[in-house]
């Protein structure tokens, strides 16, 4: 079975930085659509960032350009989050994805499969 497993979600002063992980197993993620995904309290989830194929394109929400970087460890299987400047708008629940189709886009309705999430609290 596919799995996901995000880790280094927690809270953090606005400004600062936090590593997101998500190990990937059961599934090749250079080879297919990565993603993070965030939901806030009262809020639909959007997407964050998209890993086209292990890198061949990376489609960004413009509220995290410039801040936010997606990334993978081919070796490892796993996909990572990198998020600087935080913002309190940023505190969520995030979400690794992985695509369900050749089609990566920053709808949640192309992916199959997600991982149980991992708190990102930013406080001002």
């Known amino acids: 079975p596919v799995q996901l497993v995000e880790s280094g979600g927690g809270s953090v002063q606005a400004g600062g930085s936090l590593r997101l992980s998500c190990a990937v197993s059961?599934?090749?993620?250079?080879?297919?659509?990565m993603a993070w995904f965030r939901q806030a309290p009262g809020k639909e989830r959007e997407a964050v960032a998209v890993?086209?194929?292990?890198?061949?394109?990376?489609t960004y929400a413009d509220s995290v350009k410039g801040r936010f970087s997606i990334s993978q460890d081919h070796a490892k299987n796993t996909l990572y989050l990198d998020m600087n400047s935080l913002v309190s708008e940023d505190s969520a629940m995030y979400y690794c994805?992985?695509?369900?189709?050749?089609?990566?886009?920053?709808?949640?309705?192309?992916?199959?499969?997600w991982g149980q999430g991992t708190q990102v609290t930013v406080s001002s």
């Open positions: 059961g599934y090749t993620a250079s080879r297919n659509c």
């Open positions: 994805a992985a695509g369900k189709s050749w089609h990566c886009s920053m709808s949640e309705r192309d992916y199959g499969y």
């Open positions: 890993d086209d194929h292990g890198g061949a394109s990376l």
